[in-house]
Nanobody, 121 residues
Framework: QVQLVESGGALMQPGGSLRLSCAAS????????IGWFRQAPGKEREGVLC????????YYRDSVKDRFTISRDNAKNTVYLQMNSLKPEDTAVYYC??????????????WGKGTLVTVSS
């Protein structure tokens, strides 16, 4: 019954902005850290950024620090990934994942199925 469902993936032009959503069900999202990850074609899954239960944000790579932000709306049981200034190298399937704890860095015990973001002219 614990489930994460990503939505918002789209075909975008370089420089565009997109907001992804991660809607949780079967548990109260406010009590856990939630991370965003991505997997580009032919590459391994990589961490993007994470938000703790206390809203502390961890960036997993420099390439998105100036362009991506993460937030949560506990009333909606949803975490968001705001992506600005999209680049072709951002093309990937984006996944959200639930930490077993309140803190980022504790691993992931539940994954969503992913949503595809394609950035191309």
């Amino acid at each position: 019954q614990v489930q994460l469902v990503e939505s918002g993936g789209a075909l975008m032009q370089p420089g565009g902005s997109l907001r992804l959503s991660c809607a949780a069900s079967g548990f109260t999202l406010a009590g856990y850290a939630i991370g965003w990850f991505r997997q580009a074609p032919g590459k391994e899954r990589e961490g993007v950024l994470c938000i703790s239960a206390n809203d502390y944000i961890t960036y997993y790579r420099d390439s998105v620090k100036d362009r991506f932000t993460i937030s949560r709306d506990n009333a909606k049981n949803t975490v968001y990934l705001q992506m600005n200034s999209l680049k072709p190298e951002d093309t990937a399937v984006y996944y959200c994942g639930k930490s077993p704890t309140r803190t980022c860095g504790s691993g992931i015990d539940r994954w969503g199925k992913g949503t595809l973001v394609t950035v191309s002219s």
